[in-house]
């Protein structure tokens, strides 16, 4: 019986908690910075809107130009678990984080903005053009 009612209990957490991550907010901020730029990456993978919307501010929209580059050139490394996202400390403000994506080889493909809030990290800015880095 007290199995029963333990096994019950988790069941009900951990669908509570499914059910809060699928409702979270659009710009409600999602981890650290490069959790939230590794989840735009996987989420423009998978073209899912929802998980975009949520590690994206709430008044910022990716340009079109620049998620359909984002998809090429994670087409093109295999996949979002084929690009790297280091933080570039150096040119950190504050809340506001750069993070450059990358491939095995070096080669920069994007570079993302984020700010840090009290619920996780959103993405403010992605700049995809090499002749802004």
Not at 18 to 40: F, H, L, N, T
Not at 76 to 100: K, M, N, R
Request: aromatic fraction near 4%; glycine fraction near 14%.
């Amino acid at each position: 019986m007290v199995v029963c009612v333990l096994v019950a209990l988790v069941a009900f957490v951990l669908a509570g908690l499914y059910a809060y991550r699928a409702a979270r907010p659009c710009g409600a901020g999602v981890g650290d910075p490069a959790g939230a730029v590794s989840g735009v990456l996987r989420a423009i993978e998978r073209q899912d809107e929802r998980a975009l919307c949520q590690r994206v501010g709430a008044g910022y929209t990716i340009p079109t130009m620049q998620e359909q580059a984002l998809r090429q050139r994670i087409e093109a490394a295999g996949g979002a678990g084929g690009l790297t996202v280091e933080d570039q400390e150096d040119q950190q403000l504050g809340a506001q984080h750069l993070l450059s994506v990358g491939t095995e080889n070096g080669e920069v493909v994007a570079q993302f903005q984020t700010l840090v809030g009290e619920r996780g990290a959103i993405v403010v800015a992605v700049t995809t053009s090499p002749g802004q880095w």
